[in-house]
């Protein structure tokens, strides 16, 4: 069975940072491509931040780029989410997401190409 769990989300004042974690289990975590991605209230889900499985290649959405950073310990089965310099439009619920990538070294950013989904953790930036 897959699980992906995620932990971290917090209340945190704007310029603060938080690291989220997502722990893998169930699938070869080596094999599989990370998504983190983020729902706020009445708004879809959008991409944040992914990496490939080997770790070598990240993409961030742009309004992310320079404060969030995606990495993973594949020894741990575990990608975090490292945020900065939040702001209160970063409040949402977030999400991390694998994907099979046993011949590909790419970075997916839609939600449409991940297979398995955490429950997600909330985070609220207040201003």
């Known amino acids: 069975q897959v699980q992906l769990v995620e932990s971290g989300g917090g209340l945190v004042q704007a310029g603060g940072s938080l690291r989220l974690s997502c722990v893998v289990s169930?699938?070869?975590?080596?094999?599989?491509?990370m998504g983190w991605f983020r729902q706020a209230p009445g708004k879809e889900r959008e991409f944040v931040g992914g990496?490939?499985?080997?770790?070598?290649?990240?993409t961030y959405l742009d309004s992310v780029k320079g404060r969030f950073t995606v990495s993973r310990d594949n020894a741990k089965n575990t990608v975090y989410l490292q945020m900065i310099s939040l702001r209160s439009e970063d409040t949402a619920a977030y999400y991390c997401?694998?994907?099979?990538?046993?011949?590909?070294?790419?970075?997916?950013?839609?939600?449409?190409?991940?297979?398995?989904w955490g429950q997600g953790t909330p985070v609220t930036v207040s201003s």
């Open positions: 997401a694998a994907r099979s990538a046993l011949w590909s070294i790419r970075v997916y950013t839609s939600s449409k190409d991940y297979t398995y």
């Open positions: 169930g699938l070869t975590f080596g094999s599989y491509a």
């Open positions: 990496i490939n499985q080997s770790g070598g290649s990240t």
